[in-house]
């Protein structure tokens, strides 16, 4: 049995942080272990907070590194230091709640590594009104047979639309295949609200770009070669990688922020725990912005009352 690792100690911001089995190999493309990791987060400090902040989280935990079991976990531990800050969410469907992470700082971060965190999920709303979001979320999930330059394609349809209604988004990849575009939004809406002036921007995009998009609500229906413009991320519970997270993949990858000028030259794999620190310390939080360009969704629910949207089912 290979012997586990003296623990290290960090002091982060006005906290310590202690750190067990640091060299455990959590990415095994390149070697990066959990301390690896958590001087990632430390490097990006600044981004990962500002994506994270006020917000449920919920935590993809590896406890053995990414090649092991994946768990995913929304309640805060009993035995978490006392100044980590959470917030209560509600489940009504199960009649249940949940403690989750409300991270403040970058400490937050650095303890939920700790607990063999790799992925952070938040809500697209904070805790000052769980109920009212604050934030749209257009992913741009690629079917099987759909190709990256296609997913670049809608991203520029997408970025016409949201100009054309005065809008501000902030693109970042998902780590994955796909894009994301984030905008911030006033925090009068429902989630149910949200995610129906979604699915009127969605099927604008699928309008201006039938070959490219589809909005069809059943997997099994939808064409391979297609991207899905996927509205239900708005919904209640539903979370996608932040921005500044890294995935649970052998590679490391990020979710990164972009600017739309780098979206035709982006590749999904530049984006690691390896290449994001120097592009971050060089260029800051590409989304730092992003509060100050709140946008109103009564222009996107007018859409939807045109074109007699209504409220798909809830996704499982």
């Known amino acids: ?54 917000r449920p989280c919920m935590l993809h935990r590896f406890p053995s590194g990414v090649a092991g079991e994946k768990v995913h976990q929304k309640r805060v531990p009993n035995g978490a230091p006392p100044w980590l800050e ?46 009212k979001p604050d934030e749209w979320r257009i992913d741009l999930d690629p079917m099987p047979d759909c ?20 809008a501000v988004g902030w693109p970042k990849t998902s780590g994955g295949r796909g894009l994301h575009v ?13 995610r ?16 490219d998009v589809t909005t069809t609500w059943w997997r099994k229906d939808r064409d391979p070669r297609t991207l ?27 979710s990164a922020p972009i600017r739309w000028d780098e979206v035709d030259a982006a590749e999904p794999g530049d984006f690691t725990i390896a290449t994001v620190p120097a592009r971050f310390a060089e260029l800051g939080d590409l989304h730092a912005g992003i509060d100050d360009a709140v946008f109103s969704l009564e222009p996107l629910l007018e859409w939807a009352d045109r074109d007699g949207v209504e409220d798909p089912p809830e996704p499982d």
């Not at 959590?26 to 994270?52: H, M, Q, W």
């Not at 790799?118 to 805790?127: A, D, I, L, T």
């Open 147 to 166: 190709g990256f330059d296609r997913v670049r394609r809608v991203a520029h349809v997408a970025h016409e639309v949201l100009d054309e209604l005065g």
């Open 228 to 254: 899905f413009v996927d509205y239900n991320q708005n919904a209640r519970d539903h979370t996608i990688a932040s921005a500044y997270s890294v995935r649970g993949n052998p590679e490391g990858t990020v």
């Open 86 to 131: 959470t917030v209560r969410v509600t489940f009504p469907r199960y009649n249940r709640h949940a403690d989750e992470l409300c991270v403040t700082d970058v400490a937050h971060v650095a303890w939920a590594v700790q607990m063999s965190t790799v992925e952070f999920h938040p809500w697209n709303s904070r805790r000052a009104d769980t109920e």
């Open 196 to 211: 129906r002036a979604a699915l009127a921007f969605a099927r604008e995009v699928e309008r201006r770009a039938p070959d």
């Open 1 to 54: 049995m290979a012997q586990k690792s003296a623990a290290v100690e960090l002091e982060v911001g006005p906290h310590t942080v202690r750190i067990s089995n640091p060299d455990r190999v959590y990415f095994p493309a390149r070697g990066e272990t959990k301390l690896d990791l958590v001087n990632y987060y430390l490097s990006v400090g600044d981004g990962i907070v500002n994506a994270l902040r006020e």
């Open 182 to 194: 984030y905008v911030r939004i006033e925090p009068r809406w429902s989630f149910t609200d949200v």
